[in-house]
């Protein structure tokens, strides 16, 4: 059981009145911890609410109080099967299928794989993991920026290797709009998986040098040992990864900017630009909320199980 | 009129009574040690005593003048913690002085308070250091120092030793004792370490789930435990505990033990016990400490009332100064002292003296002392 | 019992360390090779931007400069066309993201780190739901609050037009820089009170009680007791709310426009502008720019950063 740190002094204070610097101590704490508390209340509850009455309006350039119950809603529905020609919204669906799929699945993946590579007592690791991680410094525009020039037909990749010699090789994806999201999630995964190789890192770093001894005593190889004992310790660890990944994925607007290049013809819709191109250049605030609330709910659909289970895996 | 008195003192969290009416006093210059199991509530009390935790009901009082309400600084007390609870940003002497530095307390008084206490401690070369430069035992030292720079009108230890190898932590005992007597403060100090109580108290309270179980000097405790839980928890080895029946012969009280596949022990009831509460038939529960259990020739010479018997030895345990030997009594284990030198074997059938005198009978219903 | 102990301590701890030659390195070999590729896209972005433009066209993107130039650099900063017709360089949004970033890090981290002591130290019912709803402003994405958000804003600038008629100064209200420190201050705390919780929930309590014992107040036990010995979580606060508010793009292209823009939004523009020809060695030496902030306190503090943002991470 937890008790209370420091009492309260404010309880036994309002008894005698004559007390006012201990009520005011005791009070003081609260009056701390309000604006804070206030400023989230109403700017992440408060805005969410709002985004979600104005899912339900006609809203256009401006937000109104027209309620329209489910249109905007039913409106996504539809457009969620509306495949030839392709609505923007269902190819916002599929590319973030597609982006967040490849980006948390690469992520994990490197980031794992380098942790475990990382973790055999490397002589220069202090050198290495700094250059694993350097590119989580960098914005996601930079990162495009940098990625779009580097993969750029013209002056990148492709010239370089045909300039060596071999021109045959072809590689076009950052100019051509249905390769486009793969380049994204490249860029993306570039920038983030070396701070899950942190995460994963710290995870095996954090495992009891007791539990890794008892198995090798029990004659598990090394392979084993990370496949039966670690990484099933680790679990907690792959739940924040996760959870900041897909979290990332769903929010992030601006790496698809500025990989493709402003998103020509929509070719790299996600849901986080088709809310923005909705609400503030299309002048369709309503259907703009309504994806938002689709965006957070989505988040939720991850977190919550997540949560859920390692908070009841704690309670045990 | 007693220095420190508590009143009927009780304290809940939510439904859960963590302290059930205490009442307890203590004289200027006293030494109180508050013992029990853990969860027994002795650090809530201290806590309540020192102000950080608020009380339910009741009152608290030094010196006659009601704290219950009083900020912990406005109570005049100082507190060592179980941790320390240095300053780690700070030095030795910055740690000494913060107390009186918040109450205003000029920079050059300080300074002299703090070299005065740092002599008495001798914690003289450590003052520029910073507490992650100290051993273990430096700072519990310095944390004694942060308190008694403050000359308050009474001292609380928070189970001050337990964070010290066992060697040191006796060497700490011995100087807590000196500083006592030399200085003659008042100290409430809580333990669960029961040769701690007994060898600094002038006045032991056991506590067991939030109620008081006995308060007295340390021999009351040690001699005349007020009932079972008392019994068994002071001391170490702790008590020999026998279920035993009353047998009245001409108006004689006498205890019966049973063993199975041998003679009843059969002695007579130990001068402690009220007779007129002991009927022919009843069941008691006979308690002996092993010191008064051994053999014949190291028995104390001055008790009036041994009783020896043959028992069978079911095990040895030399112990370097004594020889702990164990038989078996009514079902139960029984634990004798006897001569470092004794020639006992397991399996022998040796003769035990019962030191009569220094035994007591408790109601197995009540669990009180008879 | 202790030789046992000894040599169960001593094997396999060399075990772990001692692999076959090849697979050592095939080890080395991984990690060698996956260092260049996050090293690769800094390194040509650097290339390039040291280059003449028709080398950068003409050349191979990994080839050293022939030609050592400065000029693009100086280009970014002074002279490069942000958007249409502006030719002002990136120095002034430089300096945008510089007076956006201070305030904002240091309000949101002083705002955490009294949140962090009045949850852990001094605690009163229901902190724990006090906390978990605030640590929730971290899973948010940003697109669910972003039209409110709008809308408040809007309201700010109006207010603030009406008190510049009334008295002359509007007070900071509508003036995009103070709107983007208030954003970022309100979705930073979260993040911030999340780290200084959980740092300050394994601060000793008696440390807190020995100072109410010694008469210190609230804010005297914060200010000489905790601070003091906080340096660890600030540093990573102040990286972490530093990257990433410096990092922002959505908020940035959302609520300031034009002169007022944050670095992020300036590159974006520079970097795709549709008039002239594409001067990439200049895109890059504005991106590079835009990425030494962050880089350099990065480099700085990396080692506390990553302590800190696993010990936030993986406990949250």
């Known amino acids: 059981m937890t008790v209370s740190g420091v009492a309260p002094i404010a309880r036994t204070a309002t008894r005698r009145p004559r007390a006012l610097r201990g009520y005011l101590q005791g009070v003081l704490p609260k009056l701390v911890l309000a604006p804070s508390f206030i400023l989230v209340l109403i700017f992440v509850y408060g805005f969410n ?17 027209n309620i329209v119950g489910f249109l905007n809603y039913k409106r996504l529905w539809d457009w969620t099967f509306e495949t030839d020609p392709p609505s923007s919204w269902y190819t916002a669906i599929v590319n973030m299928g597609l982006f967040g799929g490849l980006y948390v699945v690469f992520c994990l993946f490197l980031g794992l794989t380098l942790a475990i590579l990382l973790d055999q007592k490397i002589r220069g690791e202090g050198i290495l993991r700094p250059i694993y991680l350097y590119p989580l410094a960098l914005s996601f525009i930079v990162t495009g920026t940098a990625w779009k020039l580097f993969l750029d037909p013209r002056i990148g990749l492709e010239k370089a290797v045909h300039d060596w010699g071999w021109t045959s090789f072809h590689f076009d994806w950052v100019v051509n709009p249905s390769m486009m999201i793969y380049c994204v999630a490249i860029a993306g995964v570039w920038q983030t998986s070396g701070f899950v190789m942190a995460m994963f890192l710290a995870g095996l770093r954090g495992v009891d040098g007791e539990i890794i001894k008892a198995a090798q005593i029990d004659g598990a190889s090394t392979f084993a040992t990370y496949r039966r004992i670690i990484i099933p310790i680790m679990r907690p660890v792959f739940f924040s990864a996760i959870i900041i990944l897909t979290h990332m994925a769903i929010k992030s607007y601006d790496l698809v900017l500025s990989v493709t290049g402003k ?54 | 009129m007693a220095f420190l008195e508590i009143d009927s003192l009780r304290k809940r969290f939510g439904s859960l009574e963590i302290l059930k009416g205490i009442d307890l006093t203590l004289d200027k210059g ?48 100082a507190m060592v913690f179980q941790s320390y609870a240095l300053y780690p940003n700070m030095t030795v002497a910055q740690n000494m002085a913060f107390g009186m530095e918040m109450r205003g307390v000029p920079k050059q008084e300080r300074d002299k308070a703090v070299a005065e206490v740092a002599k008495t401690l001798q914690i003289e070369h450590l003052l520029k250091r910073r507490p992650s430069q100290l051993s273990g035992g430096q700072r519990q030292r310095v944390a004694m120092g942060r308190a008694l720079v403050r000359q308050p009108r009474v001292f609380l230890f928070d189970e001050p030793l337990s964070n010290l190898d066992a060697k040191l932590r006796v060497d700490m005992r011995v100087e807590i004792k000196r500083l006592h007597s030399q200085t003659g403060t008042t100290i409430v100090y809580v333990t669960h370490d029961q040769i701690e109580a007994m060898t600094l108290a002038t006045r032991i309270a056991v506590l067991k789930d939030g109620e008081l179980q006995q308060v007295g000097s340390p021999y009351e405790v040690y001699n005349s435990p007020a009932n079972l839980f008392v019994a068994d928890f002071m001391g170490s080895p702790s008590m020999n505990l026998i279920e035993a029946k009353i047998a009245r ?108 005198d220094k035994a007591v009978l408790f109601d197995p219903a009540s669990t009180q002392r008879i | 019992m202790t030789a046992a102990a000894d040599l169960i301590t001593a094997t396999p701890r060399r075990e772990r360390a001692r692999h076959s030659l090849t697979t050592r390195v095939v080890i080395y070999g991984l990690l060698i090779f996956f260092a260049f590729v996050y090293l690769i896209p800094l390194v040509v972005m650097v290339m390039t931007s040291l280059k003449p433009l028709d080398e950068v ?88 609050v972003i039209i409110p ?32 420190v208030f954003v970022h201050t309100v979705y930073g705390l979260g993040f911030t009170t999340l780290f200084f919780r959980n740092y300050y929930e394994a601060f000793p309590t008696e440390l807190v009680k020995a100072a109410q014992i010694d008469g210190a107040s609230f804010f005297q036990i914060f200010r000489r007791i905790l601070l003091p010995n906080s340096a660890p979580i600030i540093i990573v606060t102040v990286i972490y709310q530093f ?48 990425a030494a902030p962050t880089l350099f306190v990065y480099i700085v503090g990396g080692r506390y950063f990553v302590r800190g943002l696993m010990a936030g991470a993986v406990k949250g």
């Open chain 1, 49 to 65: 609410l709002w985004t979600l009455f104005l899912s339900f309006t006609n809203s256009k350039a401006f937000a109104t109080t």
């Open chain 1, 263 to 316: 998103n020509p013809g929509g070719a790299a819709e996600l849901p986080s630009t088709f809310m923005y191109s909705y609400t503030f250049t299309r002048n369709q605030m309503a259907v703009g909320s309504t994806s938002a609330v689709i965006m957070l709910m989505t988040i939720a659909a991850i977190m919550v199980p997540c949560l859920y289970s390692e908070l009841r895996e704690k309670g045990r």
């Open chain 2, 30 to 77: 006293g030494f109180l040690v508050l013992v029990g199991p853990s969860g027994c509530g002795k650090s809530t009390l201290l806590n309540t005593i020192a102000g950080l935790e608020t009380i339910s009901s009741g009152e608290i009082r030094i010196d006659g003048d009601v704290i219950n309400d009083l900020h912990p600084s406005k109570r005049d007390i």
């Open chain 2, 249 to 356: 012969t001409n108006g004689a009280a006498s205890i019966v033990l049973e063993r199975p596949g041998a003679e009843p022990i059969v002695m007579p009831a130990p001068v402690s016990a009220d007779a007129t509460k002991l009927r022919d038939g009843g069941a008691v529960i006979f308690g002996i400490r092993p010191e008064a259990v051994s053999d014949p020739e190291s028995a104390d010479r001055n008790s009036k009332h041994i009783a020896t018997f043959p028992c069978r030895v079911d095990l040895v345990e030399p112990a370097g100064s004594d020889t702990f030997v164990v038989t078996t009594i009514a079902g139960k284990e029984v634990t004798a002292r006897m001569r470092a030198d004794a020639d006992v074997r397991p399996g022998q059938n040796v003769s035990f003296a019962f030191n009569l």
């Open chain 3, 57 to 144: 066209t003409g050349g191979n993107m990994f080839a050293l400069p022939h030609e050592l130039t400065f000029a693009p650099w100086i280009d970014a900063w002074g002279k490069a066309r942000i958007g249409v017709s502006e030719t002002t360089g990136i120095a002034g949004y430089f300096w945008n993201s510089i007076k956006m970033v201070v305030p904002a890090v240091i309000i949101s981290t002083l705002l955490g780190a009294l949140n962090g002591y009045v949850l852990t130290k001094w605690r009163f019912p229901g902190h724990k739901l006090v906390f978990g709803m605030m640590l929730f402003a971290c899973f948010i994405p940003f697109q669910s």
């Open chain 3, 149 to 180: 958000m709008a809308v408040i804003l809007g309201w700010f600038g109006q207010f603030g037009n009406t008190l510049s008629d009334l008295t002359g100064f509007s007070f900071g209200f509508g003036n995009p820089t103070v709107n983007l």
């Open chain 3, 243 to 290: 990257t990433n508010i410096w990092n922002d793009f959505l908020f940035g292209s959302t609520f300031a426009a034009g002169d007022s823009s944050p670095m992020t939004v300036a590159l974006n523009n520079i970097v795709n502008t549709s008039t002239g020809i594409v001067e990439y060695n200049v895109n890059m030496a504005a991106a590079i720019i835009a």
